[in-house]
């Protein structure tokens, strides 16, 4: 069984500002690991995603996730954060197949401060 | 025209009711999947299926019901609606590919209230 904890229901940054979103994973198999992003009243959009090829993946909108092994984590980073990107992320993770569930994280609401 | 359409967009109902939620996709895609998204605890998978014969229960099943119609319709009911029910639910689907790695991709959701 595989599970993800994202630390901090809340973020908040100023613009301009590093953008920082923690997951950390449980999975008992190599995970294939997901970011992904809901802007107000839509649905999810897939971010970026592991799938052991590189260990730092690059995303789109400017965001990146580092898999680091050692720490079972999966942050999601951006150097500069802009207003657009106040939204909510979700982390998730599933096995090795793709008959395996993909499990969600609680979610990380960002807000962006002009 | 969106890949993933969901409908209604809104809905409330009162407890008791019977309501359907349609999901219909233009991805080509085999696999669909509904989930249910409450603050707090991310999305959570009800029913899932990987072709029109194959329907398959999630994590949180019990009180749902659903129905692949085709290939690009999969529909979400709830036989008879209670308060805890009131969530915003999403429609999803995937290609075939073997992997884990496969994307998702998301509809806009149903808000559902129940009264």
């Known amino acids: 069984a595989q599970s993800v904890t994202q630390l901090g229901s809340h973020v908040s940054v100023s613009e301009g500002a590093l953008v920082l979103l923690r997951c950390n994973y449980s999975?008992?198999?190599?995970?294939?690991l997901f970011w992904y992003v809901q802007y107000p009243n839509q649905g999810l959009q897939l971010l970026l995603k592991y799938t052991s090829a590189a260990t730092l993946v690059k995303g789109i909108n400017g965001f990146e996730a580092e898999f680091k092994k050692s720490e079972t984590s999966f942050h999601l980073t951006k150097p500069s954060a802009h207003m657009s990107d106040a939204a909510e992320y979700f982390c998730a993770v599933r096995g090795e197949t793709s008959g395996s569930r993909l499990t969600f994280g609680e979610g990380t609401q960002l807000t962006v401060n002009p | 025209d969106a890949d993933v359409t969901q409908t209604p967009r809104n809905r409330i109902t009162k407890t008791g009711k019977r309501i359907m939620l349609e999901c219909s996709q233009t991805k080509g895609h085999d696999r669909m999947y509904w989930y249910r998204q409450d603050p707090g605890l991310g999305l959570r998978l009800i029913y899932y299926s990987f072709d029109v014969k194959d329907i398959n229960k999630g994590e949180i099943s019990d009180g749902y019901s659903v129905s692949r119609q085709a290939q690009a319709k999969f529909s979400l009911s709830l036989e008879s609606a209670i308060p805890n029910q009131t969530a915003l639910y999403f429609c999803?689907?995937?290609?075939?590919?073997?992997?884990?790695?496969?994307?998702?991709?998301f509809g806009p959701g149903t808000r559902l209230t129940v009264l």
């Open positions: 999975s008992s198999v190599p995970p294939y």
């Open positions: 999803a689907t995937s290609d075939r590919g073997q992997g884990g790695d496969n994307e998702q991709f």
